[in-house]
């Protein structure tokens, strides 16, 4: 079975700075989808950004940078001039391309102080 | 343009009711996932409708069943509730067509209390 793991239960970064999230995952799959969904205290689940597991390419949106290493199983969000709306949980989660089930992590609290 | 719309927002029912939770999916798309949120963990997966079938299932006893409408919106039925049902539940909605990459957007959830 897919698993997800994000071993930071929480993270902390000042206004403007730079912070890296961490995310590993298991798979035995070739062929999968990787997202950082982000949830603010309103509740709602937003999509930061996806990665499909074919490109070498890093994804790239905004601010929000990932470094997906497949060999390794490792997929990082970088979040650059970090902002105090950027304060939320963020989910990792993995997804299998001939598959609709998302897998997330148990999240990382990540606090913005100005 | 309306995006996923969840009912209602937060609910209190007693151990061993019955309770309905209802979505209606983005503009445009024709697939629903229901996720249940425990408490400082990350949602799991119940299942998904299509064609108002249920196509695939995650680790969730038979006391969780749905039904998704001719309208692609769906409804989560949780029977003989446990405390331990108490969750947000989440549903998102994505579109199944041809060269879809059944990108999901989430709804803002029901918060289900089991007294």
């Known amino acids: 079975a897919q698993t997800v793991t994000q071993s930071q239960p929480e993270m902390s970064v000042q206004e403007a700075e730079t912070v890296t999230l961490s995310c590993t995952y298991d798979?035995?799959?070739?062929?999968?989808?990787l997202f950082w969904y982000k949830q603010p205290p309103s509740r709602q689940m937003i999509l930061v950004i996806r990665?499909?597991?074919?490109?070498?390419q890093n994804a790239t949106e905004n601010r929000f940078s990932v470094n997906f290493q497949k060999a390794a199983k490792s997929f990082s969000l970088k979040i650059s001039d970090s902002q105090l709306g950027d304060a939320a949980m963020y989910f990792c989660?993995?997804?299998?391309?001939?598959?609709?089930?998302?897998?997330f992590g148990k999240g990382t609290l990540l606090t913005v102080n100005p | 343009d309306a995006g996923v719309t969840q009912s209602p927002t937060h609910l209190i029912k007693t151990r061993g009711q019955q309770v309905t939770l209802r979505c209606s999916p983005k503009?445009?798309?024709?697939?629903v996932s229901w996720y249940q949120q425990a408490l400082g963990q990350g949602p799991q997966f119940i299942f998904q409708?299509?064609?108002?079938?249920?196509?695939q299932r995650g680790n969730f006893p038979d006391r969780f069943s749905g039904h998704q409408f001719p309208n692609y919106s769906s409804e989560l039925n949780v029977n003989a509730l446990l405390l331990g049902d108490s969750a947000l539940y989440l549903c998102?909605?994505?579109?199944?067509?041809?060269?879809?990459?059944?990108?999901?957007?989430f709804g803002p959830g029901t918060r289900l209390t089991v007294t």
């Open positions: 798979t035995s799959e070739s062929d999968y989808y």
């Open positions: 990665q499909e597991a074919y490109k070498q």
């Open positions: 989660a993995y997804r299998r391309s001939s598959n609709y089930k998302l897998t």
């Open positions: 409708y299509y064609e108002e079938e249920e196509r």
């Open positions: 503009s445009g798309h024709d697939t």
């Open positions: 998102a909605s994505s579109y199944r067509g041809t060269g879809s990459s059944y990108e999901q957007y």
